[in-house]
């Protein structure tokens, strides 16, 4: 027989060489040799080595030399290994005749028609006889990666059946039949090899496609171990033999798809005592070192280690490693609140699973571990991780105390909570579904959450109930006394401080909270009813407001510091000046304090270079005399209303005047202080700090810088130090004018506004003539005209283009400045 198929393929290549001469009836002759010489399973080393030297001169055949319909079926029912191989090298390298969609063609019918479950099983069979473990290799990776071979070559215009979502499930599909006829065969007494398809499933999840591959594996599988020890003993083969660095996504994904944990255990077996990396996977990877996982893969999880006496060793040393994580501070501290209750929830499974002898054993660890884990999770500022600790300290002391007294906590009962506690009631196996990554949380909560209330309702019937009547009777006869009418009671109000020195002293060193917020409170009005007493200890009061940080949840607190901070400014502004922009170049300060500062530079000068006292509106006409009525009568208000709707009725007016504000006049007291105000401000700008640098990365506080500098400029209206301001902040815009953060440069445009509003104009032509003209260069430079016009900007303009306020502001300035150096 060997003999005769030999005949056939020699006859076949002679005939190829003859451009078809007999070719069909030639390459027939072969699949009918190779039937007759017991298949491809049957075929030594010499007979293969001929096949693929055929198969390859096939490849190569002229198309005219290769009947159509008859060809494909050499490779079609020739030995898949060698037809697999062949075809994919004529993908890489064709030929002038061999076209890429003939090789596509047959590789796709070569997979409807199953022949990757052929090739699979062949190699079965060889490594059953030790075949080449470097040839595996390369099949291994022609069988995974064939879908990205075929894309790469048609560059992605390859058929449906390439596409990752339907061949990996079709592989699937192709390794249960691989596996069935393993069971086959081990039925029969014959031996085979299972290594080459757990090398196929490894590396197919390591490539990420266990979702694909599994969503088929998993529940036929899930059928198939059942009641059949055979196929348990398959299974648990089929992982045992995922070489080590493939282990993590295999274990990973029939955990994730595992429709609950005694079907994970059937699946498994005992992999994660016999496979040190699954145990590392199982017991630490998954449980300390990740969080994204679900609840019910967790469940999954922690149920397939409680499962068997094996493995059950193994779940009492997960939990004391949990709560010696959940324990450590420096864990609370430092891990984000997402893995602190992903923790959490694997201690409340875990105990669900502990059998009573099993708490007995390690209660003395479980109450310590507690003590310590509750402690860490009480001092901490977030309100959730003190929620997670209450919520498992009561888990653990009513599982080590079921008969004493147990922790209790008060806290706010919400999904979240309930979610928690429900998992400390086992989850019958048949409740858990498949958990795939992307799961809702919530709909596993609320799944959960009727078992909470059966556990509960269930404790509450078996706990007997005392009518009203009995326990009002048991009770002494001291509780007949009528207790005190507190109704109308008020809360007593702390007195607030009435001098400056006590009210430094309350917020330097007082720990009394109530008084702490009652100096806060009423520091404004204080400072600003005793000016003197303020001027004394006005750089001090400063620098404690500078510093002050919240202590209690005191609404409005930031206002109520900053007004504080703006009346300590105003009642003496040069010294306390002179400080806080010293201070805003110094080290060891926020950006927010830094912003803090300016904000109460503007506020003061704000408040110091506008009139003490409102304007008073008055009529044009002489003021009519009115009566003074007594406030608080409604008599006299409602007589009022009536007589001035009967004068309003009754009376003609031919022309109203417009009412006339008279605005009230005082010195200007900004007049004096506005140089300690600016000057400093613009001093150090290009000096970088440690941790301040205003031409880097904290361009944002140069934005606001710039802003402040504007704002202080408009307010030095008709003041002395007016010019000199003007001519240093134009210096300033030419120094910072390609700046590239927008928010700087809308500043700048607002710094030329302001320069413009409050400089004389004579002084503008006298004093700053050559300063003018480097803004008017500027500002035409940067884009004078404005992008929605449609009008192109100038070279290197487009990426200092303004927004469209900004824009239209920017051309106001250029006429404003023509207009200046034309006059």
């Known amino acids: 027989m060997a003999a005769a198929l030999e005949r056939a393929l020699r006859e076949a290549a002679a005939a190829l060489e003859r451009d078809g001469e007999g070719a069909a009836a030639a390459l027939g002759a072969v699949p009918a040799a190779l039937a007759a010489a017991g298949g491809p399973a049957a075929l030594g080393e010499r007979e293969r080595a001929a096949f693929g030297a055929f198969l390859r001169s096939l490849a190569r055949a002229p198309r005219a030399a290769r009947p159509e319909g008859v060809w494909q079926s050499c490779f079609l029912e020739g030995p898949p290994v060698l037809a697999l191989c062949v075809l994919l090298e004529a993908l890489a390298s064709p030929g002038p005749s061999f076209y890429p969609g003939e090789v596509v063609e047959v ?35 022609k069988i995974v990666c064939l879908p990205d071979h075929v ?44 290594s080459f398809v757990s090398h196929v499933l490894g590396k197919v999840c390591v490539h990420g496609r266990q979702k694909e591959i599994l969503s088929v594996l998993v529940p036929r599988l899930t059928d198939l171990t059942k009641s059949d020890c055979i196929w348990q003993r398959i299974c648990w083969r089929l992982v045992e033999c995922v070489p080590d660095r493939w282990m993590e996504a295999v274990v990973l994904g029939f955990v994730q798809r595992a429709p609950g944990a005694d079907t994970l255990s059937r699946l ?37 280690l409680s499962l068997d006496s094996l493995r059950r060793a193994l779940l009492i040393k997960v939990l004391q490693e949990l709560l010696e994580t959940w324990g450590s501070s420096s864990a609370v501290k430092h891990s984000p609140p997402e893995q602190q209750q992903y923790i959490s929830k694997a201690i409340l499974i875990c105990l669900s699973h502990l059998k009573e002898p099993e708490i007995e054993s390690c209660r003395e660890e479980l109450l310590a571990s507690m003590m310590e884990g509750v402690k860490c999770h009480l001092d901490s500022n977030l309100p959730q991780i003190r929620r997670l600790g209450m919520i498992v300290a009561e888990s653990i002391s009513s599982k080590i105390n079921t008969d004493g007294p147990v922790l209790k906590f008060q806290y706010e009962e919400d999904d979240e909570a309930r979610e928690l506690k429900s998992l400390l009631v086992q989850t019958p196996p048949f409740c858990i579904g498949p958990s795939l990554p992307d799961d809702d949380r919530n709909e596993k909560a609320d799944a959960a959450l009727p078992l909470v209330l059966e556990s509960k309702k269930k404790s509450h019937t078996a706990a007997p109930v005392v009518p009203d009547e009995e326990s009002d009777a048991e009770l002494d006869s001291d509780d007949d006394l009528i207790p005190y009418d507190m109704s109308e009671d008020k809360e007593l109000k702390t007195k607030a401080p009435v001098y400056i020195r006590d009210c430094i002293e309350v917020l330097t060193g007082s720990e009394d909270v109530d008084k702490w917020e009652a100096t806060v409170k009423a520091l404004e009005t204080l400072v600003r009813k005793n000016p003197a007493a303020t001027r004394e200890v006005s750089v001090e009061l400063a620098k404690i407001l500078l510093h002050l940080e919240e202590k209690t949840c005191i609404e409005g607190f930031v206002e109520l510091r900053q007004r504080a901070q703006v009346a300590v400014l105003t009642t003496d502004p040069i010294p306390v000046a002179k ?103 613009i001093q150090h700008f290009d000096r970088p700090l440690t941790t301040f640098d205003l031409l880097g990365e904290d361009y944002f506080v140069l934005g606001r810088l710039v802003h402040t500098l504007a704002i202080l400029m408009y307010l030095a209206v008709n003041t002395v130090a007016v010019t000199a301001m003007g001519k240093a902040l134009l210096e300033f815009v030419w120094a910072l004018r390609f700046h590239t953060d927008s928010y700087v440069r809308q500043g700048l445009l607002s710094c030329i506004s302001s320069v413009l509003l409050s400089v004389p104009a004579e002084r503008l032509l006298e004093d700053m003539t050559e300063e003018l003209l480097e803004a008017q260069s500027w500002l035409g430079g940067c884009g004078g005209l404005c992008p929605s016009k449609g009008r192109e900007l100038p070279c290197g303009a487009e990426k200092f283009t303004f927004p469209m306020a900004w824009c239209a502001l920017r051309n106001l300035l250029v006429s404003a400045v023509n207009t200046a150096i034309a006059k």
Not at 276 to 297: D, E, G, R
């Open 107 to 141: 590789l796709e019918q070569f997979l409807q028609e199953g022949r990757i479950s052929a090739l699979m099983w062949e190699v079965c069979q060889q490594q059953a006889q030790a075949g080449s473990p470097e040839v595996q290799e390369a099949l291994l990776n």
């Open 151 to 194: 894309s790469n070559k048609l560059q992605g215009k390859n058929p449906p059946v390439f596409f990752p979502q339907n061949y990996f499930p079709l592989l699937g599909g192709a390794i249960i039949q691989v596996l069935q006829k393993i069971s086959d065969s081990l039925r029969g007494g014959l031996d085979c090899s299972i």
């Open 268 to 304: 498994l077996g005992n992999l994660v005592v016999k496979n040190k990396k699954a145990q590392f996977v199982v017991t630490q990877k998954v449980l300390l070192l990740q969080y994204c996982h679900t609840t019910a893969v967790l469940q999954n999880l922690l149920g397939y």
């Open 579 to 681: 400080y806080l922009t010293s201070q805003f170049y110094s080290l060891n300060y926020s950006l927010r304090q830094r912003m803090d500062i300016l904000d109460v530079l503007v506020l003061a000068a704000q408040e110091l270079s506008y009139p003490k006292s409102r304007g008073k509106t008055k009529h044009s006409g002489a003021q009519k005399p009115c009566i003074q009525l007594l406030p608080g009568s409604d008599s006299s208000k409602d007589w009022r209303r009536i007589v001035d709707e009967r004068i309003k009725s009754k009376t003609r007016r031919f022309a109203t005047g417009q009412s006339q504000v008279e605005l009230a006049s005082g010195p200007n007291e900004f007049n004096s202080v506005a140089g300690h105000f600016f000057f400093p401000l």
